[in-house]
């Protein structure tokens, strides 16, 4: 990328920022006014007090007035002016009971993030009437992010097909708690990440870098931009598999899907047809050095001495 | 004013923490490389737990967590915040991995920083680091043979990353700026570092409608050879409420991707469209269309994918739902190693609360793919049951039995995978000082492989006055491949642990 490049950039970012920069910093309601009525709310629901305590949801009474981040009974619940008069449930709004699609909006007002952004996306949770009350739990948990319970249990407990796949011989190390679904399913990090529209290799090279590009030679069967539409899920299934390596199939079968080479069933006396296709072309991912992803270890067995097989160097 | 400051959350500064010891013995016989689970497992002498929590009269927090401090796959996790407005987090993970003949092992080595801080109400700036270290020894594939991938490695990959993110009127837009770095110790080829900008953003300001968006360039390139790979993506995103019940979204996705090493610019473009529609509590639908097209020097080619979906809820305590998906690629000219290709997916799923805390959950899915001109196929059917029930917070069940039957055809033969499992886990609580939990495992894999795995786990925790605790611990991993004599495993760990909680002030 050149200077003029990265001088573009800037300027986008500058005149995007213009924009935004008279929308900051309106507030709707004084801070007595918002202090009358959480305190109002609270001396009832004395009990969501407690609960919302040690949460980013608790309501101090240092937090009136405060120009920073802060969390009130009426951000989520609206107008409660009706309420307090004649408290009850038909008088107050309840996030819980609205539309899928209000109910992210209500949550949206704050929790603007790439998580939000991507439920715009043609989100498959917002299709299946899935929102956010869903995973958290505003009133009630006092776990990260107000979740119902540890992530992995409450992705597995929708998700229930998933957990066959992990207890394959060969899978990622979920039930470790090494890795975390969010970790590749991300939607719920800060801005930088992505996934949804980048392709799921992105998510794949956060931890296995050595398999990104560029390659002098590359596999196109592992690049998910190609016009082959390839990528790391052609061969692997992340999730777990009977094979080693998260394959899909047996090695040797698996390259045999695109690839059908009859010489190798009878070259030297067919004795290459029983072995994986990784022993000889080991760099299937991209290599620095044969077009056939030849490794230069081969040289040591005298592959390239006869002048049969050539190393592209 | 006003101001009630009773029934509000009063701060008051509470101190809480945590230590666990851990013995564990281990019965061992067979090849480790077989099963996943016994990686991270260590025997003998554990500090088992240790951590605290503070939560300050300030309104700050810090907590420290951290498990296995004495072991190779230890994790640490401390957190501090101050109010709304900033986050510290610092981590640290370690694991390790085994292959080939058990004898070798991998180490991962994985540490994490991140800042979060909010000065004002609408902006929030962050910065990251973050570095990866994978170091072992790796035999080739085929245990006879020597690695021709080299019997080391040594990789080291750092990650930097720094934004701001500008909130206003349920709008968001924020820029970041990401250095990668990878560096192959072994092997200088390997090096490479990349450069990413993303500009991104979202609004839900106006009353029917979703708008995001977002644009990321990002620049690889070999540090050796100095060739680049650089990718520019654009992203436009809208979700629409036409009225009550009926929404639509809609996706445009442009990227290019500029590759010196195949002197190929690859370009993709994607539109997407899904209309939701709830007619009313009982019954909704969906439907969608996506368009792909992608283009390089050599060729170009396209995917049409079409969705149609309803559920249904009958009864209060019952839905149903059935989903189907065709993709069809078009490659006239063939222009790409695999040609064209269609896909079939169709999905139902079934689940029933008979009464509030019990959960019967059914799905069943069929996914059929043919690619018509190298002759290849797959046809996959799946089936997985799940219960859950949990019983006035004494006692919680859950069962999952999965089948699923994969098929894979080529021009020189076939692969099938028959994967059958049950999962069973419970816990008990009978009364409050006793715990007890156990779950299994069975995983049976046929067709053409003959794999068999059983798993079996048990544990009881007794908590005694002061805060005091007890548990013991016993877990089973038995592994089989009946048809490579060599690959069993059996395993049997006895844990004991003692645990004491200090409370607060």
């Known amino acids: 990328m050149n200077f003029r490049d990265n001088l573009l950039i800037a300027g986008a970012v500058v005149v995007t920022f213009a924009v935004f920069s008279p929308l900051i910093g309106i507030q709707s309601s004084t801070a007595s006014n918002l202090a009358e009525t959480n305190s109002a709310c609270l001396e009832c629901h004395s009990d969501y007090a407690e609960n919302l305590k040690n949460t980013l949801h608790k309501v101090t009474p240092q937090a009136f007035g405060s120009k920073l981040p802060q969390v009130f009974c009426t951000d989520c619940h609206g107008e409660a002016t009706k309420h307090l008069e004649e408290p009850s449930p038909e008088n107050i709004t309840n996030p819980a009971k609205s539309p899928i699609f209000d109910l992210v909006k209500n949550c949206a007002s704050c929790h603007q993030s790439e998580h939000v952004r991507e439920f715009s996306e043609s989100n498959i949770h917002f299709r299946e009437n899935i929102g956010c009350l869903n995973c958290h739990s505003i009133h009630q948990s006092k776990a990260e992010a107000l979740l119902l319970r540890p992530s992995v249990p409450l992705c597995l407990s929708c998700h229930t097909q998933i957990k066959q796949k992990l207890a394959n011989p060969s899978r990622h190390p979920v039930s470790d708690q090494k890795v975390k679904c969010i970790d590749c399913h991300q939607i719920l990090k800060e801005p930088g990440q992505t996934f949804s529209l980048s392709g799921a290799d992105q998510a794949c090279f956060n931890c296995h870098q050595e398999f990104q590009g560029p390659f002098i030679y590359e596999h196109n069967a592992s690049n998910d931009y190609s016009i082959e539409k390839g990528g790391c899920l052609s061969c692997h299934d992340p999730h777990g598999s009977a094979n080693p390596r998260l394959l899909l199939q047996p090695e040797k079968q698996l390259c045999q899907q695109c690839h059908s080479i009859p010489k190798h069933r009878t070259a030297h006396g067919g004795v290459f047809a029983s072995r994986n296709c990784g022993e000889c072309h080991a760099d299937v991912h991209g290599s620095y050095t044969d077009q056939d992803f030849f490794n230069d270890n081969l040289l040591a067995q005298n592959c390239f001495l006869a002048g049969c097989h050539y190393l592209d160097q | ?505």
Do not use: C
């Open chain 2, 1 to 505: 004013m006003l101001l009630n400051a009773d029934v509000m959350a009063q701060e008051t500064s509470t101190f809480e923490s945590n230590i666990k010891l851990s013995y564990s013995l281990f019965e061992e016989e067979g090849k480790r490389t077989t099963t996943q689970d016994s990686y991270n497992l260590y025997s003998g002498f554990a500090l088992g737990s240790l951590g605290f929590g503070a939560n300050f009269n300030s309104g700050s927090s810090l907590n420290f967590a951290s498990s296995n401090l004495n072991r190779g796959n230890r994790d640490l996790l401390l957190d501090f915040r101050r109010n709304n407005w900033l986050d510290f987090k610092l981590s640290h993970q370690e694991s390790r991995f085994f292959f080939g003949d058990s004898q070798t092992d991998s180490k991962r080595k994985s540490s994490s920083g991140s800042l979060r801080v909010s000065p004002l109400k609408s902006l929030k700036l962050f910065l990251d680091y973050s570095n990866q270290k994978k170091e072992g020894e790796r035999l080739g594939l085929s245990p006879a043979t020597p690695g021709v991938l080299g019997s080391r490695y040594d990789q080291f990959l750092q990650k930097g990353q720094i934004g701001f993110q500008l909130n206003a009127k349920r709008s968001f837009m924020s820029y970041s700026f990401r250095i990668l770095d990878f560096d192959s110790r072994l092997d200088e080829a390997f090096d490479r570092r990349s450069n990413r900008h993303q500009v991104s953003f979202s609004s839900s300001a106006l009353k029917n409608i979703l708008l995001s968006g977002q644009y990321l360039r990002d620049d690889a390139q070999l540090t050796e050879s100095d060739l680049e790979l650089n990718t520019d993506l654009y992203t436009l995103a809208l979700m629409y409420r036409i009225w009550q019940g009926l929404s639509l979204t809609g996706k445009l996705f442009y990227q290019s991707t500029d590759n010196q090493a195949t002197g190929l610019t690859s370009k993709t473009f994607k539109n997407a469209y899904n209309v939701v529609y709830e007619i009313n509590r009982r019954i909704g639908l969906e439907s969608g269309y996506e368009y792909e097209r992608r283009k390089d020097a050599n060729g170009r080619n396209n995917l049409n994918s079409f969705l149609i979906g309803a559920r249904a809820l009958p009864l209060d305590n019952l839905k149903l739902k059935a989903n189907y998906a065709r993709k069809e690629r078009k490659d006239k000219d063939l222009t790409t190693l695999v040609g064209p290709y269609d896909s079939d997916n169709f999905l139902v799923n079934l689940n029933y609360k008979p009464i509030q805390k019990l959960v019967i959950d059914l799905k069943y899915q069929d996914r059929q793919k043919e690619n018509e001109e190298i002759l290849t196929s797959t046809d996959s059917k799946e089936f997985t049951s799940f219960a859950s029930l949990v019983y006035n917070d004494k006692l919680s069940v859950d069962a999952t039995f999965s089948m699923q039957d994969i098929e894979y055809q080529d021009t020189f033969g076939r692969f099938l995978n028959k994967t059958r499992n049950l999962l069973v886990n419970g816990a008990l609580q009978p009364w409050k000082p006793l715990k007890l939990w156990s779950g299994v495992n069975f995983l049976d894999i046929g067709g053409d492989l003959d794999v068999r795995r059983e798993d079996f786990n048990f544990g009881v925790e007794y908590t005694l006055p002061h805060d005091y605790s007890l548990e013991f611990k016993y877990d089973v991993f038995n592994y089989d491949d009946n048809l490579q004599a060599f690959d069993f495993y059996t395993l049997n760990v006895y844990t004991i642990s003692f645990a004491k909680k200090f409370g607060g002030f």
